[in-house]
């Protein structure tokens, strides 16, 4: 049973090497992220369960370090304050706690990386169309369809599964391609 785990998730990981479409598209999201830091923008996160840690987890790539001792990078997760989260999730609609964040914190030239296994997420579709609203570029990390999302985003990293848990490895694996590409080239 462990090593068919295993292998399901090295499966995964073997077709996303063989998908040149969206190997090309990780390659885009880390000129953009590059391009977004240069000139002093920042990159916002968003996810529900353990794609909100994935999400903390990257954002925390950026703002401490990768492999560099560099100076760091302006990234946050929009789920870290529970006391924000709590007061918008109770006083307004758990669908807006991120949406709101984005209206408050983002501009013009920053992008929000949102990750969705399902990419149905109505918090995270609504965060989308704010971060639009304002002119930020969007990133959805998404499973194999990409949801809802697929259509709202402006680039798609879908991994070709439909398992959750390989998905969201697969999530990391590729968030951690695009710290490492990003401070490379920063630094």
């Known amino acids: ?37 240069k000139e002093g923008n ?28 560099r100076d760091p990078l302006p990234s946050e997760a929009l789920h870290c304050n529970t006391s924000y989260l709590t007061a918008v999730a109770n006083d307004y609609s758990y669908d807006v706690v991120y949406s709101r964040m984005v209206k408050g914190m983002g501009k013009k030239g920053d992008i929000l990386i949102g990750l969705s296994t399902s990419g149905n997420s109505t918090n995270i579709i609504k965060a989308i169309e704010v971060a639009h609203e304002i002119g930020m570029t969007t990133v959805c990390f998404t499973g194999e369809t990409g949801g809802k999302m697929k259509g709202l985003c402006d680039y798609l990293i879908n991994v070709p599964s439909t398992d959750t848990p390989r998905i969201q490895e697969s999530h990391i694996m590729i968030g951690h391609i695009i710290c490492q590409l990003t401070e490379e080239r920063l630094f």
Do not use: P, W
């Open 1 to 37: 049973m462990i090593k068919d785990i295993i292998q399901a998730s090295i499966h995964t990981k073997a077709k996303i090497l063989e998908n040149q479409e969206l190997l090309a598209t990780i390659e885009q999201v880390v000129a953009i992220v590059v391009k977004a830091f």
């Open 42 to 69: 920042k990159v916002l996160f968003c996810g529900n369960g353990g794609s909100a840690a994935d999400a903390q987890h990257l954002a925390a790539e950026f703002s401490g370090r990768f492999y560099t001792d």
